[in-house]
C-alpha cells in the first residue's frame, strides 16, 4: 500500500510517475516530461502562426507595377542580357497579375515557369537575387544538386518548399503565392536522351519528384527541411500559384544546338547568314528539344514552357561589370580603402587590361573578383599600416602582380 500511495499522476495525460522519464510537481498540480514537450511544440506553433499573421503585410503586392520598372532595377546591377531581363520582367509581372485574379473569373491564368541558360558566370543567380531584392513576394534560391529520391541519402524535394516557408515564417497563404529560383537544374540531368535503365536517385529521379510541385497540387513539406520521416508533422502547401525559375549552365549544350543549327543550312534555301558572332553565341538559339537531347525529361520540360538564355561575356561587358552596377567590384574596393581612409584611384587602362585578361582566359564575371583580389591583396594588407592617404593602382604594379604565372593559376581553378 505504501508503494501504491508514493505513485504520482501526471495532471493532464493521467500518467503514473514510474511510466514517464519526468514529473514536475507544482500547487496540486502534476505534469509529465511528455506533456511538457507537447505544450512546447503547441505553443510554438501558435507564436509562428502569430508571426507569420504580423508578416503577412510585408508581403503584399506594390502597386502600379509594370515589366518596365522591374527591367529598369535589373540594370541597375545586371550590365547585359536584355533578353533575359525583359523575359524575366515578363514572368514576374504576370505571376503579380496571376495570384490578383480573383477565383471566379472564367478565364483562369496558369502560370509559365521560366528556365535559364547561360555559362558559368554569366549571372543566372545574380538576376534571381536582384529580382528577389525588388520582389514585394516570398523568394527562395535553392540549389538542386543536394536533391535525392524519397528513401535516399539527402534531401527530399519537398525542402525546397521548406526554404519558402522560412523566408515568411511559416505562413502558408504567403508561401503559396512565393517565386523559388532553383540552381543548377542542370546537375539534374540523365545520362543521354533515353530513359535511364539503371536507377538514376539523384538525376533523373529528382526530375520526376518535381513534376507535381512545378504543376500545382497539394504538397507535404517538411518544416525544417531534410528528409521526411513518418513522426514527422507535415504542412501542406498548395504549390499551384507558386512561380519557378530554374537556372543552369547545361554545359556542352552547345554542341547540341550547333548540330541541330547547321543541319538547317545544308542545301537549297539554307541559312547562310549566320554570323560569326552568331556562330561564338549559340545558346540564342537554344529551345526545348535541346534541353530534352541535353538530359531533361519531356515531362520536366512541358512544365517550363519559356527559355531564356544569357549571353556570354564579351571583353566590353567585362569592362562595364567592373565600374557600372550600384555594386560594381571596384566600388567596393574604393569603399573598403575609404574606410581607412584613403582614396583609391584606377587607372583606365589597368581596367581595361583586367577585362582583356579575364576575356582571354574566359574567367567569366567570377573571374574579375578573382583577380581584383589577386591585385588588391598586398594593398589591403599593407597600406592600412602605411602612412598613405591616396593610392593610384597603375598600369605598372598591375603587370608586376598579374604576372603570367599568377593568370595560369586563376585560368586552373
Not at 501526471?10 to 514536475?24: A, P, R, T, Y
Not at 541558360?117 to 538542386?144: M, S
Not at 552568331?278 to 545558346?283: A, F, G, T
Not at 556570354?312 to 550600384?326: F, G, V
Amino acid at each position: 500500500m505504501a508503494k501504491k500511495s508514493s505513485l504520482i499522476e501526471c495532471s493532464f495525460c493521467g500518467k503514473k510517475n514510474n511510466e514517464v522519464m519526468l514529473m514536475i510537481g507544482g500547487m496540486e498540480v502534476n505534469i509529465c516530461d511528455e506533456c511538457v514537450e507537447r505544450a512546447h511544440t503547441m505553443v510554438d506553433e501558435e507564436r509562428k502562426l502569430q508571426m507569420g499573421a504580423k508578416n503577412s503585410a510585408a508581403f503584399t503586392l506594390p502597386k502600379n507595377i509594370k515589366p518596365i520598372d522591374i527591367k529598369r532595377y535589373l540594370d541597375q546591377y545586371v550590365i547585359g542580357q536584355l533578353d533575359a531581363k525583359k523575359t524575366l520582367a515578363v514572368a514576374v509581372y504576370n505571376h503579380y497579375k496571376r495570384i490578383a485574379q480573383k477565383g471566379s473569373e472564367e478565364v483562369e491564368i496558369e502560370k509559365s515557369n521560366v528556365v535559364v541558360v547561360g555559362q558559368t558566370g554569366t549571372g543566372k543567380t545574380l538576376l534571381a537575387k536582384t529580382v528577389a531584392k525588388y520582389l514585394n513576394l516570398p523568394f527562395a534560391i535553392v540549389d538542386a544538386t543536394v536533391f535525392t529520391e524519397a528513401g535516399y541519402v539527402g534531401e527530399d524535394v519537398e525542402s525546397i518548399l521548406t526554404r519558402l516557408l522560412q523566408v515568411c515564417d511559416y505562413n502558408v497563404e504567403q508561401a503559396e503565392r512565393g517565386i523559388v529560383y532553383i540552381d543548377e537544374i542542370d546537375k539534374l540531368s540523365r545520362k543521354g536522351d533515353n530513359p535511364s535503365i539503371t536507377k538514376d536517385v539523384s538525376g533523373e529521379g529528382v526530375q520526376q519528384s518535381l513534376l507535381k510541385m512545378l504543376e500545382g497540387m497539394e504538397v507535404l513539406v517538411p518544416p525544417h527541411g531534410g528528409r521526411k520521416h513518418p513522426e514527422q508533422k507535415l504542412i501542406k502547401v498548395n504549390t499551384k500559384n507558386i512561380l519557378f525559375i530554374c537556372g543552369g549552365s547545361f554545359d556542352g549544350i552547345e554542341r547540341i544546338i550547333a548540330s541541330r543549327v547547321q543541319s538547317r543550312s545544308i542545301g537549297y534555301g539554307a541559312d547562310s547568314d549566320m554570323t560569326e558572332a552568331d556562330k561564338n553565341n549559340m545558346l540564342q538559339y537554344v529551345n526545348q528539344h535541346d534541353l530534352k537531347k541535353f538530359g531533361i525529361i519531356p515531362e520536366l520540360i512541358g512544365r517550363m514552357p519559356v527559355v531564356v538564355h544569357l549571353d556570354s561575356l564579351d571583353t566590353k561587358a567585362l569592362r562595364a561589370i567592373l565600374t557600372e552596377p550600384k555594386n560594381a567590384i571596384v566600388k567596393q574596393y574604393i569603399k573598403l580603402f575609404e574606410m581607412e581612409n584613403i582614396k583609391l584611384k584606377v587607372d583606365e587602362e589597368v581596367l581595361d587590361y583586367i577585362a582583356e585578361k579575364a576575356f582571354e582566359n574566359k574567367l567569366g564575371a567570377r573571374g574579375l573578383r578573382s583577380m581584383c583580389e589577386l591585385l588588391m591583396n598586398d594593398l589591403m594588407f599593407e597600406l592600412p599600416s602605411a602612412e598613405v592617404k591616396e593610392f593610384t593602382l597603375d598600369m605598372s604594379y598591375t603587370t608586376r602582380r598579374l604576372s603570367g604565372k599568377q593568370l595560369k593559376k586563376l585560368k586552373a581553378a
